[in-house]
């Protein structure tokens, strides 16, 4: 999943989920009622008919979830899918994904750059360093599952919080 959602403006919302069944040959029928039941994973109920210039940014990336999660994956690979998002929208996101990622029991690598987003969704942090890229080092984040926004005012929060930003800091 990329930082632009990528939707094709001429198919809706179900058309542009079924994306990867068109292009993975998968059965259209078995396809088109997971990208229903994904449609109600990713908060879109309602939405199947709508096209991508109806949707704000964050219902965008919704659906683009919607689509990688399509055939799927043991791995999501996403990077930084949130980006282009207001605050308010990524940290809901957030939330979302890491909610979506521990019914489906999915493993995500996510590519940011917001070190509060790293700690809120992740079990563990890999901090690199700048060209040629390394892992300089790695943070575990045992903060306890579900989160909430409510985590982002705990010490513990915070204190994860300062140990990447000083791996950050012994890289530049």
Known sequence: MFQKPLLFPW???????????DVLHLDKDAARKRALGLLDLVGL????????????GGMQQRVALARVLLPDPDVLLLDEPF??????TRETLDLELARITALTEKTVVFVTHNVY???LISDRICVMTPRPGRVTGVVDVPIERPRSATILSTEEFSEKVREVRDLIGAVG
């Open 45 to 56: 109920e309602g939405w199947e008919n709508h096209y991508p210039s109806e949707l704000s």
């Open 83 to 88: 980006g282009a998002l207001d605050e308010m």
């Open 117 to 119: 987003e790293a700690v």
């Open 11 to 21: 198919r809706n919302v179900v058309e542009n989920i079924l994306l990867p069944a």
